[in-house]
């Protein structure tokens, strides 16, 4: 029979449902183990709860109208941006890439121009040393402006352009201290020593800057380049010295900046490193313009016949001209890359903004040192002829224009007047004496040029199978109707005489054959 102190107990107890006492209540009885931990949640869940009407959130209309109308937008009615017209974009290249600088530039230029206004009222009752003075004043004043605002960083712009006037002002301080006469006096030598000094330091700190080393890494040959530029100005009181010293500056130069692109050229190649630009090279810039300043002081400050300095004219333009060019050349390069992994982008054909005038300023360099030597400097003159043929192939090779063919065609046409003239009277006289004897021309001594210049005709012909082989037909089809222009003029001037005819018939009829085989054989090859 069972026990009765295991039965359960079952009563009813009524509360109301809202006294404050009650969940402490069934708390208690918890803790007691009167009852279970599942009876208080079952007698809560029937008992102690009541329904709950969520309200809806409220959401703005604007932010809905928003949150609805951007996917639409992105996903099924991209925008289309209207491409800029040729002029605008150069506008807006323009505005962007030079208005700060040439309003900073504008705003040197003024106080520079203004205190030198001031300065040259009193010039006159300024001893040598005082003159100089000033010039150092203004060059330590630009310096000691650019190295503070380079520690704000809202002035590294200002900065820029003010170590930029300073190492434009450094080679005009050794061009005053040679041409004031500081170095007759003792006491004013000491000066000359302390502001060199002090001017060489100053190009090596500001030389290191961001602006000079962030286009090229630094190099010291460019350092030993541009402080050799300025102390090249010392020493022009010796006859001959300021030719040699515009040489020195422009062949040196060259070599420098030659060497440094093909260098790193190599290791851009080698390494796979990202490649220079070099036509907006600032340091390149500054090189450049610390060579013409030694050949502009010796064509107006020494006097030097421009005559002699051609070759070096020549030479400043074939530089601008080719960094420009290799600035072109990389520019298609990295465009081709990017071709090659974006398809749908084009490639374009037409030089650079900034790169073009800087070709056509090498251009007329060019052809200012061939004007001023083809008269009483013939040898010169042909080293120029050189240059403008290196000039114009290089064009040919990045924009394949008809003019530039035309061009290094008839340079190439008067390199070889320019040789004949490099011949000595007598010598010539003996080679015509010997041709007229031998051809029975005395009457035709312009027939001789039929088989004088016919080595230039092949010349041309060798130079313009070169386009079938790149792949540029239209370019070589045009060299060959110039070539075959140049050989009929010939054969015409050879008509009075019977013998030079016939040479000249014999060597077009050589050359033909030679042209055609190879031609057809090209053709059969593509087949």
Same mark, same amino acid.
């Not at 803790?31 to 959401?59: F, G, H, M, W, Y």
């Not at 209207?82 to 208005?99: D, N, V």
């Given at each position: 029979?069972?026990?009765?102190?295991?039965?359960?107990?079952?009563?009813?107890?009524?509360?109301?449902?809202?006294?404050?006492?009650?969940?402490?209540?069934?708390?208690?009885?918890?803790?007691?183990?009167?009852?279970?931990?599942?009876?208080?949640?079952?007698?809560?869940?029937?008992?102690?709860?009541?329904?709950?009407?969520?309200?809806?959130?409220?959401?703005?209309?604007?932010?809905?109208?928003?949150?609805?109308?951007?996917?639409?937008?992105?996903?099924?009615?991209?925008?289309?941006?209207?491409?800029?017209?040729?002029?605008?974009?150069?506008?807006?290249?323009?505005?962007?890439?030079?208005?700060?600088?040439?309003?900073?530039?504008?705003?040197?230029?003024?106080?520079?121009?203004?205190?030198?206004?001031?300065?040259?009222?009193?010039?006159?009752?300024?001893?040598?040393?005082?003159?100089?003075?000033?010039?150092?004043?203004?060059?330590?004043?630009?310096?000691?402006?650019?190295?503070?605002?380079?520690?704000?960083?809202?002035?590294?712009?200002?900065?820029?352009?003010?170590?930029?006037?300073?190492?434009?002002?450094?080679?005009?301080?050794?061009?005053?201290?040679?041409?004031?006469?500081?170095?007759?006096?003792?006491?004013?030598?000491?000066?000359?020593?302390?502001?060199?000094?002090?001017?060489?330091?100053?190009?090596?700190?500001?030389?290191?800057?961001?602006? %000079?080393?962030?286009?090229?890494?630094?190099?010291?040959?460019?350092?030993?380049?541009?402080?050799?530029?300025?102390?090249?100005?010392?020493?022009?009181?010796?006859?001959?010295?300021?030719?040699?010293?515009?040489?020195?500056?422009?062949?040196?130069?060259?070599?420098?900046?030659?060497?440094?692109?093909?260098?790193?050229?190599?290791?851009?190649?080698?390494?796979?490193?990202?490649?220079?630009?070099?036509?907006?090279?600032?340091?390149?810039?500054?090189?450049?313009?610390?060579?013409?300043?030694?050949?502009? #002081?010796?064509?107006? +400050?020494?006097?030097?016949?421009?005559?002699?300095?051609?070759?070096?004219?020549?030479?400043?333009?074939?530089?601008?001209?080719?960094?420009?060019?290799?600035?072109?050349?990389?520019?298609?390069?990295?465009?081709?890359?990017?071709?090659?992994?974006?398809?749908?982008?084009?490639?374009?054909?037409?030089?650079?903004?900034?790169?073009?005038?800087?070709?056509?300023?090498?251009?007329?360099?060019?052809?200012?040192?061939?004007?001023?030597?083809?008269?009483?400097?013939?040898?010169?003159?042909?080293?120029?002829?050189?240059?403008?043929?290196?000039?114009?192939?290089?064009?040919?090779?990045?924009?394949?224009?008809?003019?530039?063919?035309?061009?290094? %065609?008839?340079?190439?046409?008067?390199?070889?007047?320019? +040789?004949? #003239?490099?011949?000595?009277?007598?010598?010539?006289?003996?080679?015509?004496?010997?041709?007229?004897?031998?051809?029975?021309?005395?009457?035709?001594?312009?027939?001789?040029?039929?088989?004088?210049?016919?080595?230039?005709?092949?010349?041309?012909?060798?130079?313009?199978?070169?386009?079938?082989?790149?792949?540029?037909?239209?370019?070589?089809?045009?060299?060959?109707?110039?070539?075959?222009?140049?050989?009929?003029?010939?054969?015409?001037?050879?008509?009075?005489?019977?013998?030079?005819?016939?040479?000249?018939?014999?060597?077009?009829?050589?050359?033909?054959?030679?042209?055609?085989?190879? #031609?057809?054989?090209?053709?059969?090859?593509?087949?």
């Amino acid at each position: 029979m069972p026990s009765n102190s295991n039965r359960s107990l079952k009563f009813e107890v009524r509360l109301p449902g809202e006294h404050p006492h009650l969940l402490q209540g069934l708390d208690e009885w918890l803790r007691l183990d009167l009852i279970s931990d599942a009876q208080v949640k079952q007698i809560c869940r029937e008992n102690l709860v009541c329904q709950v009407i969520l309200e809806p959130e409220t959401v703005p209309k604007t932010q809905t109208e928003k949150v609805i109308a951007q996917p639409s937008t992105t996903a099924f009615k991209p925008k289309v941006v209207a491409t800029p017209s040729f002029f605008s974009s150069i506008w807006r290249s323009l505005r962007a890439e030079l208005s700060v600088r040439w309003l900073l530039f504008l705003g040197m230029f003024s106080v520079v121009v203004s205190s030198g206004a001031l300065a040259a009222s009193q010039w006159e009752r300024f001893t040598p040393v005082l003159q100089y003075g000033v010039l150092l004043a203004y060059t330590l004043g630009f310096w000691g402006l650019g190295f503070w605002t380079g520690k704000q960083a809202n002035l590294r712009l200002t900065s820029g352009a003010l170590h930029i006037v300073t190492m434009l002002l450094i080679p005009i301080n050794f061009w005053a201290m040679d041409s004031f006469g500081l170095w007759q006096n003792p006491i004013n030598l000491i000066l000359v020593s302390i502001a060199s000094i002090i001017l060489t330091g100053i190009t090596i700190l500001v030389f290191k800057q961001s602006i %000079f080393t962030r286009s090229i890494q630094f190099s010291k040959l460019s350092l030993i380049n541009i402080l050799g530029l300025s102390y090249l100005h010392w020493g022009w009181k010796f006859v001959g010295f300021p030719l040699i010293a515009v040489y020195l500056a422009v062949i040196g130069t060259t070599i420098i900046t030659v060497f440094q692109i093909r260098t790193r050229q190599q290791e851009v190649e080698k390494k796979g490193l990202s490649e220079t630009n070099w036509g907006k090279n600032i340091t390149a810039t500054v090189i450049i313009y610390a060579s013409m300043v030694v050949l502009l #002081r010796a064509i107006f +400050g020494a006097g030097v016949n421009v005559a002699n300095l051609g070759l070096a004219i020549g030479i400043y333009g074939w530089l601008i001209a080719w960094l420009a060019q290799r600035e072109e050349d990389g520019r298609r390069r990295q465009q081709r890359k990017i071709a090659v992994s974006s398809p749908h982008l084009p490639i374009s054909a037409s030089p650079h903004l900034f790169i073009f005038p800087s070709q056509a300023i090498g251009g007329i360099l060019l052809f200012l040192g061939w004007y001023a030597t083809v008269e009483s400097n013939p040898l010169q003159a042909i080293a120029i002829s050189g240059l403008g043929l290196w000039f114009f192939h290089n064009r040919l090779h990045l924009y394949s224009l008809k003019s530039d063919f035309t061009a290094f %065609f008839v340079v190439g046409l008067q390199s070889m007047w320019l +040789g004949w #003239r490099l011949l000595s009277a007598e010598f010539q006289a003996s080679i015509i004496t010997t041709a007229t004897q031998f051809t029975n021309s005395q009457n035709y001594l312009w027939a001789l040029l039929s088989v004088g210049l016919f080595p230039y005709i092949i010349f041309m012909v060798a130079f313009t199978d070169r386009f079938y082989v790149k792949s540029k037909p239209d370019l070589a089809s045009f060299g060959e109707k110039l070539t075959l222009i140049l050989g009929f003029t010939l054969t015409a001037v050879a008509l009075g005489n019977p013998t030079l005819r016939s040479l000249n018939l014999l060597l077009s009829t050589i050359t033909l054959t030679i042209v055609t085989y190879r #031609r057809f054989n090209q053709i059969s090859s593509s087949i």
